[in-house]
């Protein structure tokens, strides 16, 4: 029998604190000036899911690990309120973070309304499938269509390649700083961990295999003998019981990831163009046929991607301004450039290209 319901090794004086912390913060969004356009606060992520962090501190207390992240369901109101109950749950979250010591994120506010016209995607179909709501009616997603996760699309294992991939800058950016923190280190084996999950993640996807549970995903992975799936075992006891590794093991484990990532997201391209793919000058001369990933987007889809590499792409590749390819498959393979071939073009150095990759992966991710 599960002993927690937010994770997979918390007890009850775990839950009781965690408790504790949704109801205070339900509480302070009850208080706030836009309480009352509020329909429902929905915890998603870890411990919505229930296989959430516990770190364990040098005391041996059982603290929190993840972040607390909340989906807000508003009522049917106007665009002007809903930017109102953002802006406000913004510096409100801001305050509950320091006062609890992790970050408590409040998503953009959806209506009861905009639920059933919600997209197929990894978030929101998880979320469905495993949350706990802190306020508001219980059954307050009921509308939210009602997709299988095993028939995910392929565009989201190009998302989420896209955003682990950012996380891997993320994390070499801070390794090759002179000091390195013991904040330092959390936030770089954090991310290298989620790296690893993601690549797992992928070749499941790839299959219509993923399911919600990180376990049951690892199962699969073992039963497939998928490559990487001993990183993967490991990258889960993480997410369970995280750690802190030293500077010298997050060299060595990023050399290891860096490589896994590499080999599944040309492993991704290849089953998604329907070619063998095994390096990236393969993978430039694929790109320029068919986009693989605006399949059942319409002609709605495909204006969109239009107008998102005017407005934010062109920044990265101005030769194909009008492009209707994916905003993000094109952010991928600029990311992939500056992770593994250290500059995409000759015109700007390092430096520049990650600074004009974030800024397009900030509107788009």
Known sequence: MK??????????????????????????????????????????????????????????QNKLYNDLD??????????????????????????????????????????????????????WQELREGHIVASGAKDVLDSLPNYDLHDLPRSEGLRLLLNRGAGLLFARQKLEQENISDEDCDFIGRNLNKAILACGDVVLLLRNKYCLSVQERLSLLEELDA?????????????????IYSVEQLNNLQGIV?????????????ISYGVAINNFKELNA???????????VGNKGIIKNIIKNIIYTFRID????????????KLLRFLLAILFEHCPNCEYNNNVAESKFLMCWNKLN
Not at 321 to 327: A, C, G, I
């Open 286 to 296: 694929v790109l320029k046929s068919k986009d693989p990933f605006l399949q059942g």
């Open 227 to 243: 490559a990487g799936v001993e990183l993967y075992k490991q990258a889960v006891n993480f997410k369970i019981s995280p750690e």
């Open 70 to 123: 909340f989906f807000v369901i508003a009522k049917n109101i106007s665009r002007s309120r809903i930017k109102k109950i953002n802006s406000t749950l913004a510096s409100l979250g801001e305050k509950l973070s320091s006062e609890i010591g992790v970050d408590v994120d409040f998503g953009p506010a959806k209506s009861l309304k905009e639920l059933a016209k919600m997209p197929f995607t990894m978030m």
């Open 3 to 60: 002993k927690s319901r937010y994770t997979l090794k918390g007890d009850a004086a775990f839950d009781k604190m965690l408790d504790k912390h949704l109801l205070d913060i339900s509480e302070a969004v009850k208080k706030s000036a836009v309480s009352e356009d509020i329909a429902a606060l929905v915890l998603g992520g870890g411990y919505g899911r229930g296989d959430g962090g516990v770190f364990e501190s040098s005391d041996g």
């Open 318 to 329: 101005s030769a194909s301004l009008f492009s209707t390819l994916s905003p993000r498959l």
């Open 258 to 270: 860096m490589d896994l990532f590499e080999k599944t997201c040309l492993h991704f391209f290849s």
